[in-house]
């Protein structure tokens, strides 16, 4: 059975900093690009950062990059998120998630097979 | 605007038909995929590939995508369908883009 277990959320002040952890379980997680997703209170979703296969690529989303940094530990079986200089906006949940794809074209195509149950991250003051 | 477009709500009553719409000029020539997301848990894929279902979503839970709309069909409404539905394509730019997701109400 696949299992994403996130980690490491909290409250933070604003221009605080927080590292988040996803332990994968259950798959052959070095075949699998992994991402993080979040959800603000009562919004929608927003991708914001994801890893590929070997670390290959890294991709970030504009409001997210400069502060935010994905890596992956696949001994570990494990994806963190670093996220520095935290604003309020950036108050969610935090999901990891597996992507995965029909034909190896991921990084165009792909969907987000599995999700964790996430992690709150609250900013404020 | 690159958005990719989904009515806030739908409703229909038990055992009813819903269709929950996905637009946008994103929408046209992509792949389209669907999360249904119950209150308080995490999101779960319904449907990849403007229709393919993964294992374990029922047959009555259904998609399709023809020009710059994608629709996701939900037939014999049951209770338990109620969720909010996000539609998600991929924009060159922009990586994975979410629409802004359709609470399903049922009546």
Known sequence: EVQLVESGGGLVKPGGSLRLSCAASGFAFNYFGMNWVRQAPGKGLEWISSVTTRSNYIYYADSVKGRFTISRDDAKKSVDLHMSSLRVEDTATYYCSILNCTGGDCDSFGWFASWGQGTLVTVSS | ?107
């Open chain 2, 1 to 107: 605007s690159n958005v990719v477009t989904q009515p806030p709500s739908v409703s229909v009553a038990p055992g009813q038909t819903a269709r929950i719409t996905c637009g946008g000029n994103m929408v046209a020539g992509s792949r389209v995929h669907w999360y249904r997301q119950k209150s308080g848990q995490a999101p779960v894929l319904v449907v990849h590939d403007d229709s393919d279902r993964p294992s374990g979503i029922p047959e009555r839970i259904s998609g399709s995508n023809s020009g710059n709309t994608a629709t996701l069909t939900v037939s014999g409404v049951e209770t338990g369908d109620e969720a909010d539905y996000f539609c998600q394509v991929w924009d060159s730019s922009r990586g994975p883009v979410f629409g802004g997701g359709t609470k399903l109400t049922v009546l």
